[in-house]
């Protein structure tokens, strides 16, 4: 059973840092195209960035040079190191793994950013 679950959300200051995990319990992890998605109450899902097979990544324009997607495929886990955090970063960030034309998500894990 193809399964993924983040972890590291939780509150943090404006300014501040929260590294998210997402453990993968697949047989191959390296074949999957991960991604890192959030939605913030009232607004739709989106797409905040891309880890391809290849190793080419993608960012939202709201995050870029503040947030970096990384993977280890040894540890079947994608990280998303998230630096000065905004209140507008406020979100339920969900991982999801893409492979074959499927489409696996996590159950996501709050990230608050607040004083």
């Known amino acids: ?3 993924f679950v983040e972890s590291g959300g939780g509150l943090v200051q404006p300014g501040g840092s ?5 453990a993968a319990s697949v ?6 195209t991960m991604a890192w998605y959030r939605q913030a109450p009232g607004k739709q899902r989106e797409l905040v960035a891309l880890n391809t097979v290849a190793g080419t990544t993608d960012y939202a324009d709201s995050v870029k040079d503040r947030f970096t997607i990384s993977r280890d495929n040894a540890k079947n886990t994608v990280y998303l190191q998230m630096n000065s955090l905004k209140p507008d970063d406020t979100a339920v960030y969900y991982c999801k793994g893409i492979w074959n034309g499927s489409h696996y998500w996590g159950q996501g894990t709050q990230v608050t950013v607040s004083s």
């Open 18 to 22: 929260l590294r998210l995990s997402c």
């Open 27 to 32: 047989r191959i992890f390296s074949i999957y």
């Open 1 to 3: 059973q193809v399964q």
